[in-house]
């Protein structure tokens, strides 16, 4: 059996996610179905995480074994032909029989991005979240910085019920790099963020308490406040999918 390596871009705007779910579209199901056309095989493709419907994705890395022989440069033309515009495999390699996309990956980089123009561009709104109040970008980048390090993000993963909550020591990740950009040609706010796993939502949830502080809603250090809260009532709303993209998975 090989042991294919792809690495994915998508919009994700017309996709429930990544992970495949009975009668919905997402992204695992389309690139799986395109597989089965051209190998006649059932397989299972694992990606190096879920991203949420409405997430994108650059770089996305996923893997699945098969008997075929088709060569990888041609497997990718043929998936690529078959597969939605949205959806395009930039590369496919051999890789070790025993690589794994998810269980290998070390490191992930995630880019928020947000519009801060008047008016939103049709030609940008799948790929940013729109907020034209002006947002103070010193105060982010500080709160943004406050997030390096290793610690327990249970404020800023998904809110779950008392009877699926993961433990909390689930819940620490190591972010190794957490900053704010200004793009000023195109009045894009990013917030990039580089890290060795996420939490659901977790990337979206720190842009969302980053858009509070550039409010004037909150201080920089009431980041820490809240980590130590290790409750997600603490934390800024949940900042729209379409802003957040999977930029690079680290091996």
């Known amino acids: 059996m090989r042991n294919l390596r792809l690495t994915i871009a998508y919009d994700g705007a017309d996709f429930h996610g990544w992970q495949r779910q009975p009668d919905l579209p997402t992204v695992q199901a389309a690139i799986e179905s395109a597989i089965a056309r051209l190998t006649g095989e059932s397989v299972a493709l694992h990606g190096s995480g879920r991203t949420d419907a409405g997430v994108h994705a650059l770089n996305q890395v996923a893997n699945f074994k098969t008997a075929s022989p088709i060569p990888c440069a041609n497997l990718r033309r043929a998936l690529n032909d078959l597969l939605p515009p949205t959806v395009r495999i930039k590369r496919i390699e051999e890789a070790a029989e025993s690589f794994h996309a998810r269980y290998d990956a070390r490191a992930k980089t995630y880019r928020y991005r947000i519009l801060q123009t008047p008016v939103a561009s049709p030609f940008l709104c799948r790929f940013t979240a729109h907020f034209p109040e002006p947002l103070a970008r010193k105060p982010m980048r500080e709160a943004a910085q406050g997030l390096e390090g290793e ?59 980053l858009i509070e502080v550039g409010r004037g809603k909150l201080e920089p250090r009431n980041v820490m406040r809240i980590l130590e809260a290790r409750d997600r009532a603490f934390a800024g709303p949940t900042a729209p999918a379409q802003g957040l993209v999977l930029v690079r998975v680290e091996y």
């Open 151 to 209: 610690h327990d993000f249970t404020s800023f993963a998904a809110a779950l019920d008392d009877a699926s909550r993961e433990s909390k020591a689930n819940n620490v990740r190591r972010i190794f790099e957490s900053r704010v950009l200004w793009h000023a040609r195109t009045s894009i706010l990013i917030y990039e963020v580089r890290g060795n796993g996420f939490l659901p939502h977790m990337v979206r949830n720190i842009a969302g308490t």
